[in-house]
């Protein structure tokens, strides 16, 4: 992809009381009077086919947006026409598809969702897969898989929300998810199916059922939400996000990070504070005209890291708005976020 950039030098401060070194990163543009449709787009995922980067953002039907250049975009339709009949059925009240997670594996695009209703935890996560991002493509048509992982107050300690698939280094398949209550959890996903290695009827009996294992918590009253994991020379990072999203810009939604030599944990921050007992560094706090970072992504387009994430917008009645930041990384390996592209 082209496009037109320059260079400035970003200078972080006070991350766990330490000086950053300075990254060169590239500069924002003016806001572009054409940049599309950006407002209204919470818990954004992205991934690129060939020239184009897609984001999937929550919504009834999941929405879709595609850009050529990571600044100009278009609405390029949904995955569902609606909420998916089963998960309505499961989760009685809910009103849209939260959290999409896109992906590639198996020769297909797989999007993981979340269907829940707020403060709760009977929550589901699906599965939706196609062949191809492209809507003018030959065989372009999104298949439900269904249920994937389900919880249910009084029987799980954790959250079906907020999916994300990473991979180890052995080429394993690990879907992390979760919210309050047990924090952040994670299973093994055949990479066949994109369903866990064990049967999902499984998860009706708790006797029977995996244990997920548990990669981030804060105390009950400390939210924690919206992982991410992406590796990096050698080691994972989970991105997480502290505290209260969707309140506009009372949101005090913050991204949080820590790193663990294993996709599977443990995960510390970067004073060493396991990220089980409520460590994690700031990435980006909510300030100005941006309030309440968080839910985001990584993806990897015109040869650079880019963090996707919504902020909540002061000068537009508070609307949640997609945000591409450049990613950089300290000489230690730290991620650090630039300026909104647009």
């Given at each position: 992809?082209?496009?037109?950039?320059?260079?400035?030098?970003?200078?972080v401060?006070?991350?766990?009381?330490?000086?950053?070194?300075?990254?060169?990163?590239?500069?924002?543009?003016?806001?572009?009077?054409?940049?599309?449709?950006?407002?209204?787009?919470?818990?954004?995922?992205?991934?690129?086919?060939?020239?184009?980067?897609?984001?999937?953002?929550?919504?009834?039907?999941?929405?879709?947006?595609?850009?050529?250049d990571?600044?100009?975009?278009?609405?390029?339709?949904?995955?569902?026409d609606?909420?998916?009949?089963?998960?309505?059925?499961?989760?009685?009240?809910?009103t849209?598809?939260?959290?999409?997670?896109?992906?590639?594996?198996?020769?297909?695009y797989?999007?993981?969702?979340?269907?829940?209703?707020?403060?709760?935890?009977?929550?589901?996560?699906?599965?939706?897969?196609?062949?191809?991002?492209?809507?003018?493509?030959?065989?372009?048509?999104?298949?439900?898989?269904?249920?994937?992982?389900?919880?249910?107050?009084?029987?799980?300690?954790?959250?079906?929300?907020?999916?994300?698939?990473?991979?180890?280094?052995?080429?394993?398949?690990?879907?992390?998810?979760?919210?309050?209550?047990?924090?952040?959890?994670?299973?093994?996903?055949d990479p066949?199916?994109?369903?866990?290695?064990?049967?999902?009827?499984?998860?009706?009996?708790?006797?029977?059922?995996?244990?997920?294992?548990?990669?981030?918590?804060?105390?009950?009253?400390?939210?924690?939400?919206?992982?991410?994991?992406?590796?990096?020379?050698?080691?994972?990072?989970?991105?997480?996000?502290?505290?209260v999203?969707?309140?506009?810009?009372?949101?005090?939604?913050?991204?949080?990070?820590?790193?663990?030599?294993?996709?599977?944990?443990?995960?510390?921050d970067?004073?060493?504070?396991?990220?089980?007992?409520?460590?994690?560094?700031?990435?980006l706090?909510?300030?100005?005209?941006?309030?309440?970072?968080?839910?985001?992504?990584?993806?990897?387009?015109?040869?650079?890291?880019?963090?996707?994430?919504?902020?909540?917008?002061?000068?537009?009645?508070?609307?949640?708005?997609?945000?591409?930041?450049?990613?950089?990384?300290?000489?230690?390996?730290?991620?650090?976020?630039?300026?909104?592209?647009?």
């Amino acid at each position: 992809m082209a496009r037109r950039s320059r260079s400035v030098t970003l200078r972080v401060e006070a991350v766990e009381g330490r000086l950053l070194p300075s990254a060169s990163v590239p500069a924002p543009p003016s806001t572009p009077a054409d940049v599309g449709p950006v407002a209204g787009v919470t818990d954004p995922s992205a991934i690129t086919q060939g020239d184009t980067t897609y984001v999937f953002s929550s919504g009834p039907g999941i929405a879709i947006r595609a850009s050529d250049d990571l600044t100009h975009w278009r609405e390029v339709g949904q995955v569902f026409d609606a909420i998916p009949a089963w998960a309505r059925a499961k989760v009685p009240g809910a009103t849209s598809v939260w959290a999409p997670d896109v992906s590639f594996a198996g020769g297909e695009y797989r999007v993981y969702y979340a269907v829940s209703t707020f403060g709760s935890r009977r929550s589901v996560i699906g599965l939706a897969v196609n062949t191809t991002l492209d809507p003018a493509a030959p065989g372009y048509h999104w298949v439900d898989r269904g249920e994937v992982v389900e919880s249910r107050p009084g029987r799980d300690n954790f959250n079906a929300i907020d999916p994300n698939i990473a991979t180890d280094a052995l080429g394993n398949l690990w879907l992390t998810f979760g919210s309050l209550w047990g924090g952040i959890k994670q299973l093994r996903i055949d990479p066949a199916t994109g369903l866990p290695l064990a049967s999902t009827a499984a998860f009706a009996a708790p006797s029977r059922a995996p244990k997920p294992l548990a990669l981030a918590a804060r105390p009950r009253s400390q939210p924690i939400e919206a992982p991410f994991i992406v590796s990096r020379n050698g080691l994972n990072y989970l991105f997480v996000s502290f505290d209260v999203c969707c309140r506009g810009v009372d949101s005090t939604y913050k991204i949080m990070v820590g790193r663990s030599a294993s996709v599977n944990g443990p995960y510390v921050d970067r004073s060493g504070r396991p990220m089980t007992r409520g460590g994690g560094t700031p990435v980006l706090v909510g300030s100005g005209r941006w309030r309440g970072p968080g839910s985001n992504g990584v993806v990897t387009a015109d040869g650079r890291d880019w963090l996707v994430l919504h902020a909540y917008d002061a000068l537009n009645g508070g609307a949640p708005t997609l945000q591409f930041r450049p990613l950089v990384w300290t000489p230690d390996g730290w991620p650090v976020a630039g300026d909104p592209l647009f």
